[in-house]
């Protein structure tokens, strides 16, 4: 069996931040899926059939069979499970945004320092699960999506910023009716962490590519001038 070829550090760094892309954007899409399907049971947008059905043995009040209208009961549950089902991968495509965007930020921070990452590195919590990095990139004065960059990185404080206010105000004992406004708020602009950090992951993916480019130049030096090199040591016929 031939042995697999080891990729540059340039090309597994990208792969690695690309696969955290990938991640994010799988659970982005199953978030999408799963709002679709929760307006399909809307109960504002969707008419019930009144048609009821007996349940026999099963008297009511006053001592004769109920009865139960399935349509509207189907419609309640699904309305449950779908809920359940967009809670759930919103929270995942927040996580894996969150990941995405700050694995980027990491990378391209260790290349502007010198280092040679072969791949993103995360800190792992108490159940193993990799915790999300610092989010700036800060020594990117000549990158052309700099502003872009700092205009999704600011985006996406601002939504994790109403998150924390919110979760300050929910967690007091006491809230006025101004302050349970201002929650709501916040809990508006907190639901769109997930994709501004997926946006702002989009532009800092492509400033690990930028970083990159210095470093990809030298290892095409270097095989360059590896070649020149046996070439020159090849006998003349």
Request: include cysteine; aromatic fraction near 8%.
């Amino acid at each position: 069996m031939p042995e697999k070829k080891t990729q540059h550090w340039t090309a597994s760094l990208a792969d690695s931040v690309y696969a955290l892309y990938e991640t994010a954007n799988e659970y982005r899409t199953a978030y999408r899926a799963a709002q679709l399907q929760a307006t399909t049971v809307d109960f504002v947008r969707r008419m019930t059939h009144e048609g009821q059905v007996t349940l026999a043995g099963r008297p009511n009040a006053w001592g004769r069979d109920s009865t139960r209208t399935p349509h509207s009961r189907a419609l309640s549950a699904l309305h449950r499970l779908y809920g359940t089902l967009e809670s759930e991968t919103q929270g995942h495509y927040e996580e894996a945004a969150l990941l995405y965007a700050s694995g980027a930020a990491w990378a391209v921070r260790a290349v502007l320092r010198g280092e040679q990452p072969p791949r993103v590195v995360f800190q792992v919590d108490d159940h193993g699960e990799p915790g999300p990095h610092a989010l700036e990139i800060p020594g990117l004065d000549t990158y052309a999506e700099g502003p872009a960059l700092d205009a999704a990185y600011n985006a996406l404080v601002r939504c994790m910023q109403a998150a924390e206010y919110g979760e300050d105000l929910a967690g007091r004992d006491y809230v006025s009716e101004h302050e349970a406004g201002e929650m709501h708020k916040a809990n508006a602009v907190a639901d769109g962490t997930a994709d501004a950090a997926f946006a702002y992951g989009l532009i800092a993916q492509r400033a690990v590519s930028f970083a990159l480019i210095g470093p990809r130049r030298a290892r095409e030096t270097e095989l360059a001038q590896a070649h020149a090199a046996v070439q020159t040591d090849k006998p003349t016929p």
